[in-house]
């Protein structure tokens, strides 16, 4: 277990600790130990987490009301935000997993990843206390941490288009997807997004994703539907 203890800076006491939040409920279910897989520590290491990332957050904006915090907190311990976290340790080449989960891809899976993050962070913390798992929570999470602290809003139009759309009718915007052009490796897609049949904007990306944040950012600024009459009908 070296190689892992050095990519998480810090060294067990207890080494079985580790052993356990890298070991998958698969294995277990193989070997006929049920009991000894990393679920406990998952469940122990998701609430050290979010203490960690509530109190650091905390400290960095006390300007920032609760709502706005949350949506933060939220941007960290999502489930691909957990998985970039463990790659950063190369968790998936330390995890223990039955045939069937690694024959599956399970070695690579976001969720997989996730989950022994958090295990490893619950051994962390039994083994060495708060201020430890603290340190390696912080040191894992830094990169992400800096990039909410550059852009503490994160930006989201077709969200925030979403949002003004159902307030005044429940109804989804829709992306379509109308044009694409250029060689493989520069494309560029042109997206409509339409509401209650109406088209409200169009947008321009390198990607189906790029064009349709364009399109909601453009409707939002356009607010066509108020030109539409909708409001009214």
């Known amino acids: 277990m070296n190689s892992i203890e050095g990519l998480l800076g810090y060294k067990f006491r207890n080494s079985l600790l580790l052993a356990e939040a890298l070991t998958h409920p698969s294995l277990a279910y193989e ?7 990393n679920q406990r520590l998952e469940f122990l290491g998701d609430a050290v987490l979010q203490l960690v990332l509530t109190e650091r957050l905390y400290t960095l904006f006390p300007g920032f009301a609760e709502g706005d915090l949350t949506k933060m907190r939220a941007r960290l311990v999502s489930r691909d935000a957990l998985a970039a976290f463990s790659n950063t340790w190369k968790l998936g080449e330390f995890i223990l997993l039955g045939k069937g989960e690694e024959s599956s891809g399970g070695r690579t899976r976001p969720s997989t990843l996730a989950d022994a993050f958090e295990a490893v962070l619950g051994a962390v913390y039994l083994d060495g206390g708060f201020e430890a798992v603290k340190k390696v929570v912080l040191s894992a999470a830094e990169a992400e941490i800096k990039r909410i602290v550059e852009a503490p809003e994160e930006k989201n139009p077709k969200g925030q288009l979403q949002e003004l759309l159902q307030a005044i009718k429940p109804v989804s915007p829709v992306y379509e997807l109308i044009a694409e ?5 520069a494309k560029e897609f ?5 509401w209650d049949g109406r088209a409200l904007a169009q947008g321009v990306g390198k990607n189906k994703k790029e064009a349709e944040a364009a399109a909601a950012l453009s409707a939002i600024k356009e607010r066509r539907w108020e030109s539409l009459g909708v409001l009214n009908s």
């Open 31 to 37: 070997t006929q130990r049920p009991h000894f897989d």
């Open 181 to 185: 052009s250029g060689p493989d490796h």
């Open 190 to 194: 042109r997206v409509n997004v339409i």
